[in-house]
C-alpha cells in the first residue's frame, strides 16, 4: 500500500521560513518523479515544484522560484519542500504527489495535504 504523509505546515510569519516533509512508503522513491502542489482557500489546486526520478531536474512554478527548494533523501525515502521569504499569498494546503518513471500522467499518488498559513 502506498501513502505519503505530509508534515511541518504551520502558522507563520511573512518573510519566515518553513521546511514541509512528505514521508513516502509502499514505492521507491528513486523510481518516481515527485512533486509538490497546493491550493489556496478558495482556489484550485496549483502545481509548486517537481524533482524528476533521476534527482538532477527540478521545476517551479513563477511564484515560488528563487524561494522555494525540492529535494529527496532516498535513505529516508522522504521528501521536502524547503520554503524562505514566504508571504501571505503562500496560504494553502499542500500536498506532495508521486508518480511513476517515465510517466508523464496525472500524478499516481497523493497526500493528505499540510495546511501552511502565513500571516502579514
Known amino acids: 500500500q502506498v501513502q505519503l504523509v505530509e508534515s511541518g505546515g504551520g502558522l507563520v510569519q511573512a518573510g519566515d521560513s518553513l521546511r514541509l516533509s512528505c514521508a513516502v512508503s509502499?514505492?521507491?522513491?528513486?523510481?518516481?518523479?515527485l512533486a509538490w502542489f497546493r491550493q489556496p482557500p478558495g482556489k484550485e489546486r496549483e502545481f509548486v515544484s517537481r524533482?524528476?526520478?533521476?534527482?538532477?531536474?527540478?521545476n517551479y512554478a513563477d511564484s515560488v522560484k528563487g524561494r522555494f527548494t525540492i529535494s529527496r533523501d532516498n535513505a529516508k525515502n522522504t521528501v521536502y519542500l524547503q520554503m524562505t521569504n514566504l508571504k501571505p499569498e503562500d496560504t494553502a494546503v499542500y500536498y506532495c504527489?508521486?508518480?511513476?518513471?517515465?510517466?508523464?500522467?496525472?500524478?499516481?499518488?497523493w497526500g493528505q495535504g499540510a495546511q501552511v498559513t502565513v500571516s502579514s
Open positions: 524533482l524528476n526520478w533521476l534527482g538532477g531536474s527540478t
Open positions: 509502499g514505492v521507491t522513491l528513486s523510481w518516481h518523479d
Open positions: 504527489a508521486a508518480r511513476a518513471r517515465l510517466n508523464t500522467g496525472p500524478y499516481d499518488y
